[in-house]
């Protein structure tokens, strides 16, 4: 009993000392869940279609911010958006299957609130 304790607590005590607690914000996206990948990306796979998502997030990037770079081809997107250097980059894992990778920094500093909100808005404006 006290080993199986224990391991339960270790599991649960492991994310908190990494440093890499995961985020929910399955309910804002609709049922989709997405992580922290690192303290300035939120990361989370997709069913939606490719074009849909790439579609959402250009509109998402031109009405938040000043695009620099975009590539459909490698589904990279980069802006600045509120004092912030924004990247979004969707991966197509499978026909049917799409990652979508949000990070941000402010004066080199993680944002991952702007990561998030970008996040759930390309998720919103797709569906």
């Not at 391991?7 to 929910?24: E, N, Q």
């Not at 938040?64 to 912030?84: P, V």
């Not at 799409?98 to 390309?122: C, E, G, W, Y």
Request: glycine content about 8%.
């Amino acid at each position: 009993m006290k080993k199986s304790l224990s391991a339960i607590l270790a599991l649960c005590v492991l994310p908190v000392i990494c440093g890499c607690a995961p985020l929910i914000i399955g309910a804002a996206a609709g049922g989709l869940g997405a992580y922290a990948v690192s303290k300035d990306t939120v990361q989370g796979d997709s069913d939606l279609n490719f074009d849909l998502l790439w579609e959402s997030a250009l509109n998402i990037a031109r009405q938040r911010g000043i695009i620099q770079q975009e590539n459909i081809a490698s589904g990279y997107i980069e802006l600045t958006a509120d004092s912030s250097k924004v990247w979004i980059r969707l991966i197509r894992l499978t026909q049917a299957t799409t990652r979508i990778r949000v990070s941000a920094r402010k004066f080199h500093f993680p944002n991952m609130d702007l990561a998030q909100d970008f996040f759930v808005k390309i998720i919103s404006g797709a569906r």
